[in-house]
Antibody, heavy 118, light 105 residues
């Protein structure tokens, strides 16, 4: 069974940094593209980034390029999101999700809450 | 950047009725990249449809998707109580639509 567990969320001041992690199990991690998606309070879903299985390809939503960096460690079955210069509007629940073999995000973690506030 | 819009914003129906949700792209997208998700409060999103019309594993056949180009549709043939949630369309590797809230009438 696919299992994704996010961690690393918490309270951070504006301008601060945070590194989110996603621990994966139940599948061959290196075979799959992985994604980060977030949801601000009372808002819809926002796709942030994805990284291919080999880390060769990385894509970001335009508005977050330069502040957020996706990475993975296939030996550790882990996905990461480094978030710098955080803003109040980065507050929300952050999900990691595994891409399907064709398309779509077929497996999701429960999410980790990031709160950016002074 | 391709923008997805969804209509209606809110849909009020009763269990047993048919629901039709629309997703429109600002320019043509490949049908292979269009997916639909169900999102219930307090739970992670759930993939329903990928490739515009293929049901994900374990999704009941009352859910169906269709469309191509700029216009896509999610249909729920007979609403069950657990179907009342928010539904999002998504272009793979890009933006989500703003969502349609399906509420009990």
């Amino acid at each position: 069974e696919v299992h994704l567990v996010e961690s690393g969320g918490g309270l951070v001041q504006p301008g601060g940094s945070l590194r989110l992690s996603c621990a994966a199990s139940g599948f061959t991690f290196s075979d799959y593209t992985m994604n980060w998606v977030r949801q601000a309070p009372g808002k819809g879903l926002e796709w942030i980034s994805y990284i291919s299985g080999s880390s060769r390809n990385k894509y970001y939503t335009d508005s977050l390029k330069g502040r957020f960096t996706i990475s993975r460690d296939n030996a550790e079955n882990s996905l990461y999101l480094q978030m710098n210069n955080l803003r109040v509007d980065d507050t929300g629940v952050y999900y990691c999700a595994r891409s399907g073999a064709v398309s779509g995000l077929e497996s999701w973690g429960q999410g980790t809450l990031v709160t950016v506030s002074s | 950047e391709i923008v997805l819009t969804q209509s209606p914003g809110t849909l009020s129906l009763s269990p047993g009725e048919r629901a039709t949700l629309s997703c429109r792209a600002s320019q043509s997208i490949s049908y292979t990249n269009l997916a639909w998700y169900q999102h219930r409060l307090g739970q992670p999103p759930r993939l329903l449809i990928y490739g515009a019309s293929s049901r994900a594993t374990g999704i009941p056949d009352r859910f169906s998707g269709g469309g191509s180009g700029t216009d896509f549709t999610l249909t729920i043939s007979r609403l069950e109580p657990e179907d009342f949630a928010v539904y999002y369309c998504h272009q793979y590797g890009s933006s989500f639509g703003p969502g349609t809230k399906l509420e009990i009438k």
